[in-house]
């Protein structure tokens, strides 16, 4: 527990507020949700900077625990009872976001066009990669571009940009125009 002004800070009253468990791989993308999810529970709570560390340690599971276990182990038992929110971080995104890996994603999120993805699928990875890439992430105008880009011939040329305020209404109009293609080529044109 942890003492927030005049009230005391429970663990389960952090996991309450969304703090979910990690059991992610060795992936930048699931590590940066988790750790934009434990962030929104941090402020949601009002917690403290000294319990961040303990609280969010105690999320990792599986092979994650296993991992914080051994890195424990290598400091002395002082040392981890005062570790660092920044210093959990910076050996959490090292461990679980490889340097190499982040540019390879990048440039797959840049690389990506539709082909025979169904729109559900595209758009699932469309929206799952900006993360990595800063400036799509927090600009509405760049994500829409990007978006056009990569959706194939026949949605692309059906969407504009212009004719869509949000990146969500995009979407829909190109889940509409995939539905219309399907109805055409299963009665074939009319």
């Known amino acids: 527990m942890v003492i927030v002004g005049a009230h005391t800070l429970s663990f389960r009253e952090f996991c309450a507020c969304g703090a979910p468990t990690f059991y992610g791989e060795k992936d930048p993308i699931s590590m940066r949700r988790w750790l934009k999810d434990i962030d929104n529970a941090f402020v949601t709570n009002f917690c403290p900077k000294k319990a961040k560390f303990r609280y969010a340690s105690c999320l990792l599971k599986d ?13 002395d038992d002082d040392a981890v009872d005062v570790v660092s929110w920044d210093d959990f971080l ?7 976001a490889p340097v190499i890996e982040v540019p390879l994603l990048t440039r797959d999120f840049q690389d990506l066009f539709q082909t025979i993805e169904t729109m559900a699928k595209i758009t699932a990875k469309f929206q799952k990669s900006p993360l990595l890439v800063p400036k799509y992430a927090i600009d509405e105008e760049i994500k829409k571009v990007r978006y056009h880009e990569m959706l194939q011939d026949d949605i ?8 869509c305020k949000t990146l969500y209404d995009m979407i829909s109009r190109a889940w509409e125009r995939q539905i219309d293609l399907e109805h055409l080529g299963k009665n074939g044109p009319d």
């Open 156 to 163: 692309r040329d059906y969407v504009t940009i212009s004719g």
């Open 63 to 75: 092979r994650e625990w296993d991992w914080w276990d051994e890195v424990a182990r290598e400091v």
């Open 90 to 96: 910076t050996r959490f995104r090292a461990e679980f």
